[in-house]
């Protein structure tokens, strides 16, 4: 028997290739007759309601017969097969591409940790998708995150984290990537990674972070041996106001309004995210801003009143 993988077999069985091996092990699949129903769905597929006047059993009988050649709608058929197509097209990548795709989300003030094909674990922070071809890992090891992220990588087990504004690429470490709006940044715990992104690539060492805020490149060492959002505390070091209070919006279901506050001030410090009087008094103290906690969960900060 042919040990060719599933979705080879079913892309040269599409395109007529299979060999006489591959096609015994093609019909030997539980879903070869739900691939060949597909086909000929697409097949028979038609247009509804498009015949001529005459044609209709019902307009037939309504309308007279005034002697003109009926016109053919020679452009329906072209349509029909694209419309085939399509329908193959999108049935195919759902069946090859998507249904073993793993995606998992958090929504706000939620965590979780999940563990990859090879043993690592993933601990994502509050409104973080992550996603991964579970079939393909073998061929394909790469992880899709939006969001923020710690990875524990099992030893040996080598893979890419990608993001919209670049990737690291992992052998057996622990490190941190976070990609919230205009911040890209990557701190290694543990090992090496490298990071590219852009014109930019750099490897980093045990302690070791690299951030790319608003185009602007820096690298420099933790201050600690674990990120602390892990530990329900987010830390910032020159992060601007607006990133700050985004976070904090990631972890409370508020929404914060800022009133005579420079959004792109730099912020030093953190917050916890088990209290949000706390979390709140921990932002703006040290700024000289005040804050009030409106009943719609409405957050409205400003300049302390002297």
Not at 11 to 36: H, N, V
Not at 129 to 146: G, M, P, Y
Request: proline content about 4%.
């Amino acid at each position: 028997m042919c040990s060719m993988d599933k979705n080879d077999l079913i892309r040269k069985w599409l395109s007529g290739e299979l060999s006489p091996e591959e096609s015994e092990a093609f019909e030997a699949l539980e879903e070869a007759s739900f691939y060949r129903e597909i086909i000929s769905d697409a097949a028979a597929f038609k247009a509804p309601g498009l015949s001529g006047g005459a044609d209709s059993p019902v307009l037939g009988k309504r309308l007279p017969h005034v002697g003109k050649p009926e016109k053919k709608l020679n452009w329906v058929r072209p349509l029909m097969r694209i419309a085939s197509v399509l329908v193959l097209g999108l049935a195919m990548y759902y069946l090859l591409f998507q249904q073993n795709l793993v995606r998992v989300e958090t929504g706000v003030g939620e965590k979780t940790t999940i563990t990859l094909p090879d043993a690592s674990s993933v601990a994502l922070n509050a409104l973080t998708e992550i996603s991964f071809n579970e079939s393909k890992w073998e061929d394909n090891r790469e992880v899709q995150l939006e969001g923020e992220a710690f990875f524990d990588v099992a030893k040996g087990a080598k893979f890419v984290v990608a993001t919209s504004a670049g990737s690291v690429s992992v052998l057996g470490t622990e490190f941190n990537v976070r990609h919230r709006g205009r911040i890209f940044e990557v701190r290694c715990f543990e090992g090496q990674v490298k990071v590219v992104s852009g014109d930019h690539t750099t490897v980093l060492r045990e302690g070791d972070n690299f951030r790319i805020s608003n185009g602007v490149v820096t690298s420099g060492k933790n201050t600690d041996s674990f990120p602390r959002w892990t530990r329900n505390t987010s830390d910032f070091q020159r992060v601007p106001m607006s990133e700050v209070f985004a976070e904090l919006q990631r972890q409370y279901d508020v929404e914060v309004l800022l009133e005579g506050v420079d959004p792109e001030q730099l912020f030093t410090g953190g917050f916890e995210h088990g209290n949000l009087e706390l979390a709140l008094r921990s932002i703006t103290e040290p700024m000289g801003l005040s804050y009030s906690i409106n009943k719609n969960n409405e957050v409205r900060v400003k300049p302390r009143e002297q």
